[in-house]
């Protein structure tokens, strides 16, 4: 978690999955961060669900947030 700006910029990804809760930065932090250069969907995956959470996950640039746990039997 200490070169996340370097690994992206050279794996080049489609999507990126985001939980808040990170070591050293939260992913509100890196996706601040990714949003000064690129505009690869983030999408936020976290149990921190109030919405507090959502709402600051969708303005630091999210593009979605999906609730953990998540229920695979739909």
């Known amino acids: 978690f200490k070169s996340i700006l370097e690994e ?3 794996f080049s990804p ?3 999955l985001l939980d808040i809760m990170l070591p050293f930065f939260n992913g509100f932090h ?3 961060r990714i949003r000064e250069f690129s505009k690869v969907p983030i999408i936020f995956l ?3 669900s109030d919405n507090m959470n959502i709402v600051m996950a ?4 999210g ?3 999906v609730t953990k746990p998540f229920d695979l039997n739909f």
């Open 30 to 32: 890196w996706c601040q």
């Open 8 to 10: 992206m910029a050279s």
């Open 46 to 48: 976290s149990s921190a």
């Open 14 to 16: 489609h999507l990126i």
């Open 63 to 65: 593009d979605d947030f």
């Open 58 to 61: 969708m303005n630091m640039g």
